[in-house]
C-alpha cells in the first residue's frame, strides 16, 4: 500500500530515540512523553506519559511493555505499513517503554493474518540483540535489560482490545475483562503491563529525538502532533497519509482525491460516519476521533449496504461474553436486512434504534458499545434515505412512533 506524503518519523536514524531516551533519567523520559502531549494512536487516546507513570509507579519486580499490532479495524492499515517500513522504530519505542516504566520484557501482540512479516520482524530483532539494543546492560546502561518477543494473534477482532489481548495472551478466549484493575497495575498474569499501539510506540522514539515541544507544537490544544491515516474506498489515491491532528476532513478527503464524496467512515466501522455536510470537523480526540482509519463512499453507494456489511463483521466477531453485544449484533443484521428488503416496519426500526442505544450503554467493552454506530449514525444523517426504505404497512398498534417516524 502506497505511503502518500511525507511521514515525520521516517528520517529518524534507527536507534536514535533509545539512546536518547537512555541519556535521561527514567523519570525525565515520561516527563518528555507527558509534555508532548502524545495520546494513544490505537483510539481511546489515553495519554501514554500517563499510562507511563502509572506503570512506573507499581512496586512490581516484573513489568511488562505490549505493542499491540492486532490491527484488526476494518479500513486500517497504517500499523502494517509502520512494522514493514520502520519496524526498528517500533521496537526503539517498546525498548525506552521498557526503560521508563522498569519493564524487562516486551511482546508485540502481531495480528495474525500478517504472519508474512514474522519473518523480518525475527530478523530486525535478533539484529538487535546483536547490536546490544536488546539483552542485558543496553547500549551500556548497567541494570537495564530489555528483550521483545512476537506473539501471533489468531484472527479474532476482540484481542485488539487491551483486556481480551491479555486474555489471549494468557492461552484463553480473548474476552475482555473487568475494569479495575487496569492493566498498568495487573495485566498479563497479574503484571503491571503497558500496552501501546505501534504507531504511539515509534511516535515516542521521535519524540526523544526531535523533543517534546516538536510534537506538542503541531496539532490542537488537546490533541497534539500527527496522526497517520489509512484512506481508502472512493478515493483517487488510496493509501497512509500523516496529517496533523485537527487537520479538517475536506482537507484530507482532498488529499485523497475524493469526488462527489456522500460521507466518510472515519475510525473503521466502529467509528462515525461523517456525512459531507460535516467535512469542516477535524480529525482530533476533541472532535472526531480515530485509530487511523477513513473509508470514503461517493454518491453512488447505497449506505445499507455498508451498514450490512458492518453488521455482519460485529456479528462474526463479537465474542458472545455479554448477551447484549452477541444478541444485539444479529438482530441488528436481521433488521437491517429487512430493511433493505422493504419489509421492516416503523414500528421495527423504532426497536432497532432502542438495541442500538441499549449496545452502546451496556455492552462490557468497545466492541458492542461501538458496533451500531454505524447504523445509528446512517439513520440520523440519511434518514430519508431510510425511511423511503420502510415497509408501508402499519404495524400492529397502527400508531406512528415519534422516534424514527414523522
Ligand atoms: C474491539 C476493540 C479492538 C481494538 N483493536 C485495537 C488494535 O487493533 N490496535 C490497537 O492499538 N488498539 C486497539 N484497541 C484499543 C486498545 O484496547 C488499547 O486502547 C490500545 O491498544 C492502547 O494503546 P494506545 O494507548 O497506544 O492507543 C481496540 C479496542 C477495542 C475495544
Redesign the pocket.
Known amino acids: 500500500m502506497t505511503i502518500r506524503n511525507e511521514i515525520s518519523f521516517a528520517s529518524i536514524p534507527v536507534h536514535t530515540g533509545l539512546s536518547a531516551a537512555l541519556g535521561k533519567d527514567r523519570t525525565e523520559v515520561i516527563k518528555n512523553v507527558t509534555d508532548s502531549g502524545l ?8 495519554p ?1 506519559g500517563v ?1 507511563w507513570k502509572f506503570a512506573s509507579e507499581t512496586t512490581s519486580e516484573k513489568k511488562i511493555v ?1 505493542c ?6 476494518p479500513g ?1 492499515f497504517k ?1 502494517r505499513v509502520i512494522l514493514s517500513e520502520w519496524p526498528d522504530l517500533v521496537f526503539d519505542g517498546m525498548t525506552i517503554a521498557g526503560y521508563a516504566v522498569g519493564a524487562s520484557l516486551g511482546i508485540v501482540y502481531l ?1 495474525g493474518e500478517y504472519t508474512y512479516l514474522r519473518q523480518s520482524l525475527e530478523d530486525r530483532l535478533s539484529a538487535r540483540r546483536a547490536a546490544g539494543l536488546l539483552g542485558n546492560d543496553i547500549q551500556g546502561k548497567q541494570g537495564f535489560s530489555f528483550d521483545i518477543h512476537i506473539h501471533m494473534g489468531c484472527g479474532a ?9 491479555i486474555e489471549s495472551l494468557e492461552g484463553k478466549r480473548g474476552e ?1 475483562r473487568n475494569r479495575p484493575p487496569f492493566p498498568v497495575t495487573s495485566g498479563l498474569f497479574g503484571v503491571p503491563t503497558v ?7 515509534a511516535w515516542v522514539a521521535a519524540i526523544m529525538v526531535k523533543g517534546d515541544a516538536w510534537f506538542k507544537r503541531v496539532g490542537t490544544e488537546k490533541s497534539s502532533g500527527y496522526k497517520l491515516l489509512s484512506i481508502s474506498g472512493d478515493v483517487e489515491r488510496p493509501g497512509v497519509y500523516e496529517f496533523p491532528m485537527g487537520t479538517k476532513i475536506s482537507a484530507i478527503l482532498e488529499a485523497a482525491g475524493a469526488e462527489r464524496t456522500k460521507a466518510a467512515v472515519v475510525g473503521g466501522a ?1 467509528g462515525l460516519l461523517v456525512p459531507a455536510k460535516d467535512f469542516h470537523r477535524a480529525i482530533s480526540f476533541e472532535d472526531v476521533s480515530t ?1 487511523g482509519s477513513i473509508i470514503v463512499f461517493d454518491q453512488s453507494r447505497d449506505l445499507l449496504d455498508a451498514v450490512e456489511n458492518f453488521q455482519e463483521f460485529f456479528a462474526d ?1 463479537s465474542c458472545g461474553q455479554c448477551t447484549i453485544c452477541r444478541m444485539g449484533n444479529v438482530k441488528l443484521l436481521e433488521g437491517i436486512r429487512l430493511l433493505k428488503d422493504g419489509k421492516c416496519t416503523t414500528k421495527h426500526l423504532n426497536a432497532l434504534c432502542a438495541l442500538g442505544e441499549s449496545m452502546k450503554a451496556a455492552s462490557k ?3 458492542g ?2 458496533a451500531p454506530n454505524m447504523f445509528l449514525s446512517v439513520l440520523e444523517h440519511f434518514r430519508g434515505e431510510v425511511m423511503g426504505r420502510v415497509s408501508h404497512h402499519r404495524h400492529a398498534t397502527g400508531k406512528s412512533d415519534k422516534r424514527i417516524a414523522s
Open positions: 495520546k494513544g494512536r490505537g483510539g481511546a487516546g489515553f501514554a499510562k505490549i499491540n499490532a492486532d490491527e484488526g479495524e486500517t500499523d495480528r477482532y476482540v484481542c485488539g482490545e487491551e483486556s481480551a489481548l475482555s500496552v501501546n499501539n505501534v504507531e504511539t510506540l466502529s485509530g466477531e467493552c468497545g466492541l458499545q461501538s
